[in-house]
């Protein structure tokens, strides 16, 4: 019997000393600290963009072609001695800024991420894109209009980063491939930006545009502006003339409405009117009235008015 107590005994230690490493763990594991929550510390980071190319400008779709390069510079103690010689490190090896374009649609890069580290610790990263922006602008004063379009850039690290701008890295190519805008020189803007989830810290690259009217005042206004003259010599015809005053008048609606027809390729399709379709629409109001002229005083003419019709 006292074997077997003893037996009963050393079992329940056995199972009583076993029982701790196999049940599972109580307590939550310990929250992830941020690499910001730790450290406490601000990376101060140096941003130049410069522009390469404004290929298409699209105020109806809301979009910008753009060719640009981003270059960022940093300090890290980290690196300070770690090569005797300029070294290219892969972006993902080191701490690096993570940037990303808030209104980049279909941006592509064009380079490695790869980062230039110096022996004093200074890293460079340049980076370059092409692709399409988007850009919600108001172009109600089409053809006239001008605007600032933009491209912003955030920090998704969690080292918390404060940007400055790069004067000496930034700008741009005097020559650019658009040739319906004149385009003005770019310039950064810092400041933190609202993703809608979080605000982050970032810049916003400006550039300020402004349509080129040319094309449309020999395309559209003057020939336009030429119809609506045609149409107003109906007043030096005389009124007993109905045939010619109904010929000119007619002439000139047909012709307005042929050249609306033909406007359609190149006015923009938005929901709201711009300058030039109000001007369009006066212009054929225009027609419209003088030819509500002629009918009107070769109807006089006819009924033996002709005084009144050529006073109207």
Known sequence: MRRISRA?????????????????????PPTRQSVRDTAGETRMVSAGVYLIDVLRIDGAAQTMTVDFSLTLTWHDDALVGRWDDVQEVDASAIWAPEIQIVNGVALVKTRPDVVEVWPDGTAFYPQRYVGELSIPVDISDFPLDSHVLWIDFISVNRIEVEFVPDEEGTGQRESLAVADWAIGRGSIRVASLDTGFDTLPGFTYELPARRLVGYYLWRVIFPLAMIVFMSWTVFWIDPARIEAQLAVGATSMLTMITFRFTLGAIMPRISYQTRLDVFIFVSTVFIFLALVESVTTSRLAGMGREGLGLRI
């Open 8 to 28: 009963l005994v050393i079992c329940v230690l056995a199972v009583g000393m076993l029982a701790p490493s196999t049940a599972f763990p109580q307590d939550s």
